[in-house]
């Protein structure tokens, strides 16, 4: 390989690292292979060779996308058009965009979207550490959202189409128009690391993969997103404990057997022998608070314990709002449907009396009351929520009746430990009863999940 290259691909696999993609040596091994073999004539051809030798899951793949367009761009400095004959107007602009748009032209998009930084997304001073381009200044400027109808009237050049076609004609536009979008933030990170340095914009203008966003900032993609990543994550954990039940099952030294197999190697325990446990399935209860944006986090969570429901002897799941209600029966079958669970529990179970605030005292209260048969000797209890009490009475001694019954319990909180100190949190309370853990993202859940979940 030529001179820096080395040095800006091991740049790379270290920002792919921070991303939460995992990267090692032996990647950035075959990474460097495949560009000995592939050369770089070919952009889109390197891009491919190293995602293969990078990418280990299809989640990862737009935060691969972003990191490559800032470690290998496609040129430097402003768009050659730019420095030639580049839309004296807004309005000039908008109309070269709408025909791009109506032409599916590629390249004349990719080109566009360079002008439209250059022109509209500068802030500041781009020769200074004070300035720098904004994908969001330029978009909001040109607004390329609104040209739809102008591209759709050329699209159809003044025939008349019928309704099927033109739903086809008006998704296929809005997809140009998204893709369009897609390459300005591009297009503004490259001028943006320029300014400001590729590790910087790296750190603080990449998206993270989908398993390392928040439960509560998740937007509607993400969570779709995360809800695809169920089945794979769950055989992934149930391989998980199934090791570990192995593992446990296989209990302590048998020092009887274990010196008498001895006696046929000189007296050195070669082969230990172990008393085997009887093998058994714990149960599992979730308590889950369905108000706000906790929601999303409780979502997630249920259906990804319904997906491992094979390693438990049983699963009951209880749901709360203001008031406690069992939801069983949704979350099994739900699993079909898992963007509407949410709102089929909402609506089917009794969660909400009053206000449809958070009532954390009289929901453990009513729970502890109304279903003491749920937690026994065997039973391991997760409590969903961000223990956000609205000012209300926390019931910790519902809390320690639910401790004292069971045989596990933890608590899997979703916002950031500092905050659970502040404003109406009793996070810190319940803390010291039961064992507390901040679970923000998917790859904490995961991590969590496989060390406190019983095997036995």
């Known amino acids: 390989m030529t001179g820096g290259v080395p040095e800006r691909l091991a740049a790379f696999v270290k920002a792919l690292r921070a991303q939460g993609i995992p990267a090692g040596p032996a990647e950035t091994v075959d990474a460097a292979a495949a560009l000995e073999v592939l050369g770089f004539d070919d952009r889109a051809l390197v891009r491919e060779g190293l995602a293969a030798a990078l990418v280990r899951?299809?989640?990862?793949?737009?935060?691969?996308?972003?990191?490559?367009?800032?470690?290998?761009?496609?040129?430097?400095?402003?768009?050659?058009?730019?420095?030639?004959?580049?839309?004296?107007?807004?309005?000039?602009?908008?109309?070269?965009?709408?025909?791009?748009?109506?032409?599916?032209?590629?390249?004349?998009?990719?080109q566009l979207a360079?002008?439209?930084?250059?022109?509209?997304?500068?802030?500041?001073?781009?020769?200074?550490?004070?300035?720098?381009?904004?994908?969001?200044?330029?978009?909001?400027?040109?607004?390329?959202?609104?040209?739809?109808?102008?591209?759709?009237?050329?699209?159809?050049?003044?025939?008349?189409?019928?309704?099927?076609?033109?739903?086809?004609?008006?998704?296929?536009?809005?997809?140009?128009?998204?893709?369009?979008?897609?390459?300005?933030?591009?297009?503004?990170?490259?001028?943006?690391?320029?300014?400001?340095?590729?590790?910087?914009?790296?750190?603080?203008?990449?998206?993270?993969?989908?398993?390392?966003?928040d439960?509560?900032?998740?937007?509607?993609?993400?969570?779709?997103e995360l809800r695809r990543t169920i089945q794979p994550l769950s055989r992934k954990l149930a391989t998980r404990l199934a090791a570990r039940r192995k593992r446990t099952t296989r209990g302590q030294i048998d020092l009887r057997r274990t010196l008498r197999r001895s006696l046929s190697t000189g007296g050195v325990p070669l082969r230990p022998a172990y008393r085997h446990r009887r093998p058994g399935r714990p149960e599992i209860v979730l308590l889950c608070d369905l108000s706000g944006s906790v929601a999303g986090f409780a979502n997630f969570t249920m259906l990804l314990v319904q997906a491992l429901r094979d390693q438990f002897s049983k699963i009951r799941v209880f749901a709360f709002v203001d008031s406690a209600d069992e939801v069983t029966h949704l979350v099994t079958t739900g699993t079909a449907d898992p963007e509407h669970l949410g709102a089929r529990m909402l609506s089917e179970a009794a969660l909400v009396r009053w206000d449809g605030h958070s009532d954390y005292g009289g929901s453990l209260r009513q729970f502890t009351e109304n279903w003491p048969d749920a937690i026994g000797p065997r039973t391991s209890v997760?409590?969903?929520?961000?223990?956000?009490?609205?000012?209300?009475?926390?019931?910790?001694?519902?809390?320690?009746?639910?401790?004292?019954?069971?045989?596990?319990?933890?608590?899997?909180?979703?916002?950031?430990?500092?905050?659970?100190?502040?404003?109406?949190?009793?996070?810190?309370?319940?803390?010291?009863?039961?064992?507390?853990?901040?679970?923000?993202?998917?790859?904490?859940?995961?991590?969590?999940?496989?060390?406190?979940?019983?095997?036995y």
Not at 442 to 455: I, M, Y
Request: aromatic share 6%; hydrophobic share 40%.
């Open 57 to 110: 899951r299809g989640g990862q793949r737009a935060v691969f996308d972003a990191a490559f367009d800032l470690y290998f761009p496609a040129g430097i400095g402003a768009p050659e058009r730019a420095r030639e004959d580049q839309p004296s107007t807004l309005e000039e602009l908008r109309e070269e965009l709408a025909a791009a748009l109506a032409d599916g032209d590629r390249q004349a998009l990719s």
């Open 114 to 213: 360079g002008l439209a930084v250059d022109m509209l997304g500068q802030y500041g001073s781009a020769s200074g550490t004070g300035g720098g381009f904004s994908a969001h200044q330029t978009l909001e400027r040109l607004q390329p959202q609104t040209l739809i109808a102008r591209v759709l009237a050329a699209v159809r050049g003044g025939g008349a189409r019928g309704e099927f076609t033109d739903r086809l004609d008006r998704a296929e536009i809005r997809r140009r128009v998204e893709g369009f979008r897609g390459q300005i933030r591009t297009e503004a990170r490259r001028r943006a690391a320029e300014v400001r340095g590729r590790e910087r914009v790296a750190k603080h203008a990449i998206a993270p993969a989908a398993d390392r966003v």
């Open 215 to 224: 439960f509560l900032i998740a937007s509607r993609n993400q969570l779709a």
């Open 382 to 455: 997760l409590i969903l929520g961000d223990a956000r009490t609205n000012g209300g009475d926390p019931n910790l001694g519902a809390v320690r009746e639910i401790k004292a019954r069971a045989r596990h319990v933890h608590w899997l909180n979703p916002e950031r430990r500092s905050l659970w100190s502040t404003g109406d949190s009793a996070a810190l309370e319940y803390a010291e009863v039961v064992e507390m853990h901040e679970c923000r993202t998917v790859h904490q859940l995961g991590t969590l999940v496989t060390r406190l979940l019983p095997v």
